[in-house]
């Protein structure tokens, strides 16, 4: 399959990323001196827009690359849109970092089927849809509150 992406680097896909651990994952990766082609995912554009723009600025000297793609892990379609895009414009995945999750400690019990679907049914899903791209040495990294122990 020939893709518009032909760099070396490796593919890094980090879910959740505008904020939280997965932000801190994305901006190490860009600062560190590996270059990578890191995609920041998030459900608000505006903010993983936001993102990318406050991360590159931080470090202007960066190795690596960064893009944004739109990603609502209980959304299908939002789900086939990403895998259809990473098939386009990357060919394959290196490295998987699920991070999207929600938690919302006043309202946990009114919504937890919500909270069970989003950290977990939905990662499951979106983690199989991959698995076709992910590269031979590819790694998947699972990130989970401990709510999602539960």
Not at 51 to 71: D, G, N, R, T, V
Request: hydrophobic content about 35%; overall charge neutral; glycine content about 6%.
């Amino acid at each position: 399959m020939e893709t518009q992406n032909q760099s070396k680097n490796r593919n890094v896909l980090v879910t959740g990323a505008n904020k939280g651990i997965g932000y801190a994952i994305v901006e190490a990766l860009f600062a560190g001196q590996t270059p990578y082609d890191i995609i920041l995912t998030s459900r608000d554009p505006q903010l993983g827009d936001q993102a990318i723009k406050e991360i590159m600025e931080k470090h202007p000297s960066s190795h690596s690359a960064l893009s944004y793609h739109q990603l609502n892990v209980n959304d299908e379609k939002s789900v086939q849109e990403l895998v259809t895009w990473l098939q386009k414009t990357h060919g394959k995945l290196d490295v998987l970092v699920t991070n999207a999750g929600i938690y919302d400690k006043d309202k946990a019990n009114e919504r937890r089927l919500e909270v069970l679907n989003t950290n977990y049914f939905s990662v499951v899903n979106l983690t199989q849809k991959l698995l076709s791209l992910l590269s031979n040495d590819g790694k998947i990294i699972m990130i989970s509150s401990g709510l999602g122990s539960l």
